[in-house]
Protein backbone atom coordinates (compact mmCIF):
# COMPACT_ATOMS: atom_id res chain seq x y z
CA UNK A 1 0.00 0.00 0.00
CA UNK A 2 1.39 3.29 -1.20
CA UNK A 3 2.20 5.51 2.16
CA UNK A 4 0.29 9.16 2.61
CA UNK A 5 2.94 11.73 2.65
CA UNK A 6 2.37 14.81 4.67
CA UNK A 7 3.74 17.97 5.21
CA UNK A 8 4.17 19.92 7.95
CA UNK A 9 4.63 23.45 7.40
CA UNK A 10 5.44 25.67 10.68
CA UNK A 11 6.92 28.70 11.48
CA UNK A 12 9.62 27.72 14.08
CA UNK A 13 10.15 24.67 15.69
CA UNK A 14 10.80 26.27 19.17
CA UNK A 15 9.41 24.96 22.12
CA UNK A 16 6.70 26.24 22.22
CA UNK A 17 2.72 23.70 22.42
CA UNK A 18 1.75 23.68 19.21
CA UNK A 19 5.46 22.64 17.72
CA UNK A 20 6.01 20.39 20.82
CA UNK A 21 2.43 18.35 19.82
CA UNK A 22 4.60 17.92 15.79
CA UNK A 23 7.21 15.26 17.71
CA UNK A 24 4.63 13.97 20.05
CA UNK A 25 2.16 12.78 17.50
CA UNK A 26 4.77 11.82 15.17
CA UNK A 27 5.93 8.68 17.95
CA UNK A 28 2.29 7.13 17.65
CA UNK A 29 1.32 7.68 14.01
CA UNK A 30 1.23 4.53 12.07
CA UNK A 31 4.38 4.77 9.98
CA UNK A 32 3.56 1.51 7.93
CA UNK A 33 0.54 4.18 6.50
CA UNK A 34 1.91 8.02 6.31
CA UNK A 35 5.34 9.27 5.85
CA UNK A 36 6.17 13.08 7.34
CA UNK A 37 7.76 15.85 6.36
CA UNK A 38 8.34 19.10 7.97
CA UNK A 39 9.68 22.15 6.83
CA UNK A 40 10.14 25.64 9.54
CA UNK A 41 11.60 28.98 9.00
CA UNK A 42 13.46 30.03 11.80
CA UNK A 43 16.34 28.87 12.48
CA UNK A 44 17.49 29.66 15.69
CA UNK A 45 14.50 28.07 16.81
CA UNK A 46 15.25 24.18 16.19
CA UNK A 47 14.31 22.64 20.16
CA UNK A 48 12.33 20.29 18.63
CA UNK A 49 14.49 19.12 15.04
CA UNK A 50 16.37 16.53 17.36
CA UNK A 51 13.27 14.73 18.58
CA UNK A 52 11.57 14.92 15.03
CA UNK A 53 14.09 13.40 13.14
CA UNK A 54 14.49 10.71 15.99
CA UNK A 55 11.24 9.73 15.45
CA UNK A 56 11.71 9.14 11.30
CA UNK A 57 10.79 12.93 10.16
CA UNK A 58 12.22 14.07 7.51
CA UNK A 59 12.64 18.30 8.07
CA UNK A 60 14.33 21.65 5.97
CA UNK A 61 14.60 25.19 7.58
CA UNK A 62 13.78 27.50 4.64
CA UNK A 63 15.41 29.97 6.40
CA UNK A 64 13.42 33.31 6.98
CA UNK A 65 14.18 36.86 9.05
CA UNK A 66 10.47 38.20 8.69
CA UNK A 67 7.27 37.30 7.83
CA UNK A 68 7.23 38.74 4.22
CA UNK A 69 10.29 36.35 3.46
CA UNK A 70 8.67 33.16 4.83
CA UNK A 71 5.20 33.74 2.32
CA UNK A 72 7.70 34.35 -0.68
CA UNK A 73 9.53 30.93 0.32
CA UNK A 74 6.12 29.31 -1.37
CA UNK A 75 7.94 28.47 -4.77
CA UNK A 76 10.63 26.20 -2.68
CA UNK A 77 7.67 24.85 -0.30
CA UNK A 78 6.00 24.02 -4.37
CA UNK A 79 9.29 22.29 -6.11
CA UNK A 80 9.80 20.69 -2.51
CA UNK A 81 5.87 19.44 -2.74
CA UNK A 82 6.47 17.90 -6.25
CA UNK A 83 10.08 16.57 -5.54
CA UNK A 84 8.54 14.68 -2.58
CA UNK A 85 5.38 13.42 -4.13
CA UNK A 86 3.37 15.07 -0.85
CA UNK A 87 -0.78 14.11 -0.59
CA UNK A 88 -1.82 16.64 2.33
CA UNK A 89 -0.11 20.08 3.69
CA UNK A 90 -0.86 20.32 7.32
CA UNK A 91 0.10 24.12 8.25
CA UNK A 92 0.27 25.37 11.86
CA UNK A 93 -0.23 29.32 13.10
CA UNK A 94 -1.28 32.05 10.93
CA UNK A 95 1.90 32.89 8.72
CA UNK A 96 2.41 29.53 7.94
CA UNK A 97 -1.18 28.67 7.22
CA UNK A 98 -0.90 32.25 4.68
CA UNK A 99 1.77 30.77 2.81
CA UNK A 100 0.22 27.28 2.70
CA UNK A 101 -3.08 29.02 1.05
CA UNK A 102 -0.36 29.85 -1.89
CA UNK A 103 0.96 26.28 -1.99
CA UNK A 104 -2.98 25.42 -2.23
CA UNK A 105 -3.78 28.23 -5.11
CA UNK A 106 -1.23 26.84 -7.06
CA UNK A 107 -1.15 23.51 -6.86
CA UNK A 108 -4.32 22.48 -5.17
CA UNK A 109 -2.92 19.56 -3.06
CA UNK A 110 -5.26 19.51 -0.09
CA UNK A 111 -4.02 21.64 3.00
CA UNK A 112 -5.43 21.13 6.16
CA UNK A 113 -5.13 24.51 8.82
CA UNK A 114 -5.01 24.35 12.42
CA UNK A 115 -5.93 27.11 14.13
CA UNK A 116 -4.63 27.44 17.78
CA UNK A 117 -5.51 30.88 18.94
CA UNK A 118 -8.82 33.03 18.92
CA UNK A 119 -9.36 35.57 16.36
CA UNK A 120 -9.85 38.33 18.52
CA UNK A 121 -6.33 37.89 20.07
CA UNK A 122 -4.28 38.31 17.03
CA UNK A 123 -3.09 41.30 14.90
CA UNK A 124 -5.24 43.46 12.81
CA UNK A 125 -3.11 42.88 9.76
CA UNK A 126 -3.51 38.92 10.72
CA UNK A 127 -7.06 39.13 10.92
CA UNK A 128 -7.24 40.97 8.15
CA UNK A 129 -5.09 38.56 5.78
CA UNK A 130 -6.79 35.48 7.74
CA UNK A 131 -10.07 36.51 6.85
CA UNK A 132 -9.44 37.52 3.21
CA UNK A 133 -7.33 33.89 2.56
CA UNK A 134 -9.45 31.40 4.57
CA UNK A 135 -11.42 29.45 2.14
CA UNK A 136 -8.43 29.07 0.16
CA UNK A 137 -8.10 25.43 1.67
CA UNK A 138 -9.47 22.38 2.57
CA UNK A 139 -10.26 21.90 5.82
CA UNK A 140 -9.64 24.03 9.28
CA UNK A 141 -9.15 22.68 12.74
CA UNK A 142 -10.16 24.29 16.12
CA UNK A 143 -8.03 23.32 19.26
CA UNK A 144 -10.71 23.80 21.37
CA UNK A 145 -14.58 24.42 20.76
CA UNK A 146 -13.51 28.21 21.72
CA UNK A 147 -11.12 28.69 19.22
CA UNK A 148 -13.62 26.81 16.30
CA UNK A 149 -16.59 29.15 17.68
CA UNK A 150 -14.81 32.49 17.19
CA UNK A 151 -13.34 31.26 13.47
CA UNK A 152 -17.10 31.00 12.85
CA UNK A 153 -17.93 33.87 14.43
CA UNK A 154 -15.28 35.93 12.78
CA UNK A 155 -14.44 34.62 9.44
CA UNK A 156 -17.80 32.96 8.56
CA UNK A 157 -15.92 30.23 6.21
CA UNK A 158 -17.37 28.36 3.12
CA UNK A 159 -15.02 25.56 3.80
CA UNK A 160 -14.93 22.60 6.79
CA UNK A 161 -14.25 23.59 10.32
CA UNK A 162 -13.98 21.10 12.66
CA UNK A 163 -12.55 21.02 16.71
CA UNK A 164 -9.91 18.43 17.25
CA UNK A 165 -8.55 19.02 21.09
CA UNK A 166 -5.23 18.79 21.44
CA UNK A 167 -3.98 15.74 23.38
CA UNK A 168 -0.94 14.46 25.38
CA UNK A 169 0.88 10.81 25.52
CA UNK A 170 0.05 9.83 28.91
CA UNK A 171 2.14 6.97 28.46
CA UNK A 172 5.62 8.94 27.71
CA UNK A 173 4.21 11.77 30.69
CA UNK A 174 3.60 9.68 33.59
CA UNK A 175 5.19 10.14 36.50
CA UNK A 176 5.94 7.17 37.71
CA UNK A 177 8.62 6.48 35.02
CA UNK A 178 10.02 9.70 34.88
CA UNK A 179 13.49 10.46 37.26
CA UNK A 180 13.80 13.83 38.58
CA UNK A 181 16.43 15.98 40.65
CA UNK A 182 14.76 19.31 40.41
CA UNK A 183 14.02 19.20 44.19
CA UNK A 184 17.43 17.70 45.33
CA UNK A 185 18.95 20.17 42.40
CA UNK A 186 16.81 23.28 44.28
CA UNK A 187 17.73 22.66 47.47
CA UNK A 188 13.69 22.16 47.85
CA UNK A 189 12.61 20.40 50.92
CA UNK A 190 10.57 17.13 50.56
CA UNK A 191 7.98 18.54 52.69
CA UNK A 192 7.36 21.38 50.61
CA UNK A 193 4.54 21.94 48.32
CA UNK A 194 5.96 23.63 44.79
CA UNK A 195 3.80 25.58 42.50
CA UNK A 196 4.91 25.61 39.31
CA UNK A 197 4.00 26.51 35.40
CA UNK A 198 5.39 26.16 31.80
CA UNK A 199 4.99 29.00 29.58
CA UNK A 200 6.61 31.28 26.91
CA UNK A 201 7.32 34.70 28.72
CA UNK A 202 4.14 36.35 26.54
CA UNK A 203 1.98 38.72 27.69
CA UNK A 204 -1.34 37.12 27.85
CA UNK A 205 0.45 34.23 30.21
CA UNK A 206 0.63 36.75 33.00
CA UNK A 207 3.58 35.94 34.37
CA UNK A 208 3.62 38.87 36.51
CA UNK A 209 0.36 38.03 38.40
CA UNK A 210 1.73 34.48 38.65
CA UNK A 211 4.26 35.75 41.04
CA UNK A 212 1.90 37.88 42.71
CA UNK A 213 -0.02 35.31 43.60
CA UNK A 214 2.80 33.12 44.83
CA UNK A 215 4.19 36.12 47.13
CA UNK A 216 0.65 36.29 48.70
CA UNK A 217 0.95 32.56 48.89
CA UNK A 218 4.23 32.77 50.18
CA UNK A 219 3.93 34.95 52.57
CA UNK A 220 1.35 32.54 54.76
CA UNK A 221 3.37 29.45 54.10
CA UNK A 222 7.35 29.74 53.66
CA UNK A 223 7.70 26.14 52.94
CA UNK A 224 5.68 26.61 49.17
CA UNK A 225 8.66 27.56 46.31
CA UNK A 226 7.73 28.22 42.41
CA UNK A 227 9.07 27.05 39.52
CA UNK A 228 8.78 29.12 36.10
CA UNK A 229 9.72 27.04 33.25
CA UNK A 230 10.14 29.11 30.15
CA UNK A 231 11.56 31.90 27.92
CA UNK A 232 10.43 34.59 25.92
CA UNK A 233 10.06 38.59 25.03
CA UNK A 234 9.05 39.89 28.74
CA UNK A 235 11.62 38.07 30.86
CA UNK A 236 13.29 41.05 31.71
CA UNK A 237 9.98 42.73 32.98
CA UNK A 238 9.18 39.66 34.41
CA UNK A 239 12.41 38.99 36.33
CA UNK A 240 11.97 42.53 37.41
CA UNK A 241 8.68 41.72 39.36
CA UNK A 242 10.42 38.68 40.59
CA UNK A 243 12.92 41.05 42.62
CA UNK A 244 10.30 43.78 43.90
CA UNK A 245 8.65 41.00 45.23
CA UNK A 246 11.67 39.50 46.96
CA UNK A 247 11.33 35.82 45.74
CA UNK A 248 15.25 34.82 45.40
CA UNK A 249 15.59 31.71 46.36
CA UNK A 250 11.69 30.61 46.51
CA UNK A 251 10.73 31.02 43.01
CA UNK A 252 13.38 29.31 40.37
CA UNK A 253 13.75 29.78 36.41
CA UNK A 254 15.28 27.40 34.86
CA UNK A 255 14.83 28.87 31.33
CA UNK A 256 13.86 26.74 28.19
CA UNK A 257 13.82 23.39 28.81
CA UNK A 258 13.33 20.82 25.72
CA UNK A 259 12.39 18.07 28.20
CA UNK A 260 9.98 19.40 31.10
CA UNK A 261 8.75 16.41 32.19
CA UNK A 262 11.39 15.96 35.22
CA UNK A 263 9.82 19.59 35.94
CA UNK A 264 6.84 18.64 36.12
CA UNK A 265 7.46 16.15 38.10
CA UNK A 266 8.83 18.26 40.95
CA UNK A 267 5.42 20.37 40.97
CA UNK A 268 2.60 19.47 43.28
CA UNK A 269 0.29 22.94 41.96
CA UNK A 270 0.37 24.08 38.30
CA UNK A 271 -1.10 27.48 38.23
CA UNK A 272 -1.93 29.38 35.41
CA UNK A 273 -2.94 33.02 35.07
CA UNK A 274 -3.36 33.26 31.51
CA UNK A 275 -5.74 35.91 30.10
CA UNK A 276 -6.19 33.68 27.00
CA UNK A 277 -5.46 30.45 25.48
CA UNK A 278 -6.06 27.98 22.61
CA UNK A 279 -5.96 24.55 24.52
CA UNK A 280 -2.64 24.50 26.05
CA UNK A 281 -0.62 21.51 25.61
CA UNK A 282 1.72 22.94 28.99
CA UNK A 283 -1.42 21.85 31.05
CA UNK A 284 -2.25 18.74 29.67
CA UNK A 285 1.17 17.57 30.26
CA UNK A 286 0.86 18.94 33.71
CA UNK A 287 -2.45 17.17 34.35
CA UNK A 288 -0.83 13.97 32.49
CA UNK A 289 2.45 14.40 35.30
CA UNK A 290 -0.25 14.30 38.15
CA UNK A 291 -0.05 18.64 38.92
CA UNK A 292 -3.28 19.69 40.79
CA UNK A 293 -4.28 22.35 38.85
CA UNK A 294 -5.44 26.05 39.60
CA UNK A 295 -6.33 28.20 36.82
CA UNK A 296 -8.63 30.94 35.28
CA UNK A 297 -10.77 29.62 32.51
CA UNK A 298 -8.80 31.24 30.00
CA UNK A 299 -10.13 29.90 26.36
CA UNK A 300 -10.10 26.05 26.19
CA UNK A 301 -8.91 25.66 29.58
CA UNK A 302 -12.83 25.76 31.28
CA UNK A 303 -13.41 22.86 28.35
CA UNK A 304 -10.88 20.93 30.53
CA UNK A 305 -10.94 21.85 34.10
CA UNK A 306 -14.70 20.85 35.78
CA UNK A 307 -14.39 23.58 38.75
CA UNK A 308 -13.82 21.41 41.83
CA UNK A 309 -14.02 18.19 39.59
CA UNK A 310 -10.15 18.18 37.96
CA UNK A 311 -9.13 21.07 39.55
CA UNK A 312 -9.49 24.75 41.06
CA UNK A 313 -10.43 27.37 38.40
CA UNK A 314 -11.74 31.08 38.08
CA UNK A 315 -12.96 33.72 35.58
CA UNK A 316 -9.63 35.76 33.93
CA UNK A 317 -10.49 38.95 35.65
CA UNK A 318 -10.93 37.24 38.97
CA UNK A 319 -6.91 35.69 39.16
CA UNK A 320 -6.77 37.20 42.50
CA UNK A 321 -8.46 34.77 43.84
CA UNK A 322 -5.77 32.14 42.85
CA UNK A 323 -3.75 32.34 45.69
CA UNK A 324 -6.91 31.10 47.86
CA UNK A 325 -7.40 27.95 45.53
CA UNK A 326 -3.44 27.23 46.05
CA UNK A 327 -4.18 27.76 50.10
CA UNK A 328 -7.02 25.34 50.11
CA UNK A 329 -4.47 22.80 48.18
CA UNK A 330 -1.60 23.31 50.37
CA UNK A 331 -3.62 22.99 53.63
CA UNK A 332 -5.44 19.85 52.80
CA UNK A 333 -3.12 17.27 51.67
CA UNK A 334 -5.84 14.77 51.05
CA UNK A 335 -7.59 17.16 48.62
CA UNK A 336 -3.90 17.78 47.17
CA UNK A 337 -3.52 14.35 46.53
CA UNK A 338 -7.26 13.78 45.15
CA UNK A 339 -6.89 16.68 42.40
CA UNK A 340 -3.72 15.29 40.84
CA UNK A 341 -5.23 11.74 40.68
CA UNK A 342 -8.12 13.32 39.29
CA UNK A 343 -6.06 15.34 36.37
CA UNK A 344 -4.23 12.67 35.50
CA UNK A 345 -7.80 10.67 34.66
CA UNK A 346 -9.36 13.40 33.26
CA UNK A 347 -6.61 13.65 30.63
CA UNK A 348 -6.75 9.86 30.17
CA UNK A 349 -10.38 9.98 29.50
CA UNK A 350 -10.98 12.76 27.31
CA UNK A 351 -7.21 14.18 26.09
CA UNK A 352 -5.49 11.36 24.54
CA UNK A 353 -2.74 11.87 22.25
CA UNK A 354 -3.68 8.29 20.68
CA UNK A 355 -7.52 9.88 19.97
CA UNK A 356 -6.41 12.68 18.66
CA UNK A 357 -4.13 10.80 16.46
CA UNK A 358 -6.51 8.88 15.22
CA UNK A 359 -8.53 11.58 14.29
CA UNK A 360 -6.00 13.12 12.50
CA UNK A 361 -4.90 10.05 10.51
CA UNK A 362 -8.60 10.14 8.85
CA UNK A 363 -8.29 13.53 7.93
CA UNK A 364 -4.98 13.00 6.24
CA UNK A 365 -6.85 9.88 4.37
CA UNK A 366 -10.36 11.52 3.42
CA UNK A 367 -8.14 15.14 1.83
CA UNK A 368 -6.15 12.49 -0.12
CA UNK A 369 -9.38 10.47 -1.43
CA UNK A 370 -11.25 13.53 -1.84
Given amino acids: MKKIKVLHIIKSLGRGGAEMLLPETLR ?17 KDQMVESIEEFGGKVNCFSSNDNIRLLLKYKEVIIYCRDH ?41 TKVINKATFNSQ ?26 LLNGVNTKNFNREIVSSSIRIDYEIPNDAVVIGTVA ?45 LNLEGKVFFPGLQTEVKPYLKAMDIFMMC ?35 KDGLICLVEEWSRLADFCQILINDSSQLKSFKIAARERVIGSFSLTNMVEELEEFYAAAVTG
Fill in 274 to 308: SSFEGLPIALLEAMSMECAVVSTMAGGIKEVIRHD
Fill in 85 to 125: HIDVIHCHLPWAGFLGRIVYKRTGIPVMYTEHNMQERYHKL
Fill in 28 to 44: IHDRNKFDFHYIYFLPW
Fill in 200 to 244: VFRFQKRLKEWLQVFAEVHAVNSKVYGIIVGAGPLEDEIKAEFSR
Fill in 138 to 163: SLALGVSEDVKKSIETNIAPKIPVKT
